[in-house]
């Protein structure tokens, strides 16, 4: 079965600083997808970046990257120059194919920006 | 281009009351998911369709059932509602591996 582990808790970030959100996952599979959804305080799931388990290269999307380490079975969400945006939940995922494309998410990470 | 729809917003239900939450999809996705959202815990699957008359079971599906009847729709049915379903619930659909989900704006649920 999936598994998403988020254990960090809340997270105070100054304005303009970088902050890394800790995401571990479990799976026997070697196809899947990794993904990082935001949930501001007004409650929509915002996508944010994918990561697939055969992609070389870690996926960038703006000031967003995913730090994925294969082995370690770790898929790290980077936020750089924080902007007071940004406070909200985020929320790692995974998606493994062989099981019915079933998307399982983590508990998530509250980050709030300070100025 | 309306994405992924969930109607109502929001509904108060009495224990014991049914309901069924509608959400509509015009992306022609196969994959659609219900969850529901309570605080500390994440987002935990109810039930999920991998296609049109298709359903399955997630983590979290007592208490539920559903129906996608037609590709663009997958309904959530309580049959008789609890207080332990108050609760926020998302739905989301997709193509499948390597594309995000989308989700709707969720439905607020409070049974009191």
């Known amino acids: 079965a999936q598994k998403i582990t988020q254990t960090q808790p809340g997270m105070f970030v100054q304005e303009k600083e970088a902050v890394t959100l800790d995401c571990t996952y479990d799976?026997?599979?070697?196809?899947?997808?990794l993904f990082w959804y935001k949930q501001p305080s007004s409650g929509e799931m915002i996508f944010l970046i994918y990561?697939?388990?055969?992609?070389?290269q870690n996926a960038t999307e703006g000031r967003y990257s995913l730090n994925f380490q294969k082995a370690r079975k770790s898929a790290n969400l980077v936020i750089s120059a924080s902007q007071l945006g940004d406070s909200a939940m985020y929320f790692c995922a995974m998606r493994v194919p062989r099981g019915n494309n079933r998307l399982a998410f983590g508990k998530g990470n509250q980050v709030v920006v300070i100025p | 281009n309306a994405g992924v729809t969930q109607t109502p917003k929001f509904r108060v239900l009495k224990t014991g009351q049914s309901m069924t939450l509608l959400c509509a999809q015009d992306?022609?996705?196969?994959?659609m998911y219900w969850y529901r959202q309570d605080p500390g815990m994440g987002l935990r699957l109810i039930h999920y369709s991998v296609g049109e008359g298709t359903t399955a079971k997630g983590e979290v599906p007592d208490g539920y059932n559903v129906s996608r009847l037609k590709k663009q729709n997958f309904l959530l049915g309580l049959e008789s509602a609890a207080p332990s379903q108050t609760s926020v619930y998302f739905c989301a659909s997709t193509y499948g591996q390597g594309s995000e989900a989308f989700f709707g704006q969720g439905t607020r649920l409070t049974v009191v």
């Open positions: 799976t026997s599979d070697q196809s899947y997808g």
């Open positions: 992306m022609n996705h196969e994959y």
């Open positions: 990561q697939g388990s055969y992609d070389e």
